[in-house]
């Protein structure tokens, strides 16, 4: 995806980005390219890959929440900051925390971070488990990309949001999650509103954004340990 096909296709899902915020994006992208040849944080390092595989699919979320909002969000598992990094240059007015375990990440998310100027963000470098259980009902909006299945990802990332507060991962095929992934909702409080689905442009790959509202208080007992969460999925 070329730099002007970015544009239009980001226009198309209502996204006006201002020329700093071009300059930003730009900016991020020589920085992953740079780390990426000491740090493995992606394979994808082609440019017009990045911008289609990265850049624009973190902007999708917008395909299924109000992002001009100032909300509260948590990425968890971000990896070199998808899609929370993204969205902070292209929504400068949401409070992004971005959770992630390995170290030789996390320096590259604070080095982004200190080039780029990028306030109210914030980086955790934490099992998500644990982050969740240190900061339950704090956010609005909880998002994960490719992280693993969902029934898996619910009891991590539904305590961490506020009531009335929204998980919306995002994934490529979700055949058969849904259907396993039924009782975790139920048991966390929450409900699935609804699941936008659509294919990337250029390349036609299929995505897909699962939403689930948080209806209720957890359990204090959730989220469990990984290994238990991992044994015996809700």
């Known amino acids: ?58 902007l999708t979320l917008i395909k299924a929440i109000d992002l001009t909002k100032g909300l509260t969000i948590c990425d968890v598992g971000t990896g070199a900051g998808f899609p929370g990094i993204v969205l902070k240059i292209c929504f400068p007015q949401l409070k992004v925390t971005l959770v992630e375990t390995l170290q030789k990440r996390v320096r590259f998310l ?21 982050f969740a259980t240190n900061n339950r009902s704090k956010y609005d909006l909880v998002t994960s990309r490719a992280m693993a299945r969902l029934n898996i990802l619910n009891e991590m990332c539904i305590p961490l949001l506020k009531v009335n507060g929204y998980f919306i991962p995002m ?15 139920k048991e966390l409080n929450a409900k699935l509103e609804n699941v936008v689905s659509f294919t990337l442009p250029v390349e036609e790959s299929i995505r897909n ?24 999925p809700l």
């Not at 226009?11 to 980005?17: P, R, S």
């Not at 930003?24 to 740090?39: G, R, S, T, W």
């Not at 095929?173 to 909702?185: D, P, Q």
């Not at 954004?209 to 991992?230: A, Q």
């Open 209 to 232: 954004l699962v939403v689930i509202k948080k209806i209720g208080d957890n359990k204090t007992i959730y989220p469990r340990s990984f290994n238990e969460i991992k044994k015996k």
């Open 1 to 58: 995806m070329k730099i002007n096909n970015f544009i239009e296709e980001v226009e198309k899902l209502g996204i006006k980005l201002s020329k700093r915020q071009l300059e930003q994006l730009e900016e991020f992208y020589n920085l992953l390219i740079d780390y990426n040849e000491k740090v493995n944080l992606t394979r994808i390092t082609e440019k017009e890959e990045v911008y289609l595989k990265h850049f624009y699919d973190s």
């Open 110 to 130: 604070y080095l982004v971070k200190e080039k780029l100027n990028l306030k109210d963000l914030f980086i955790c470098k934490e099992r998500a488990e644990i």
């Open 171 to 185: 994934k490529g095929s979700i055949e058969g999650e849904l259907e396993e992934a039924s009782n975790s909702i």
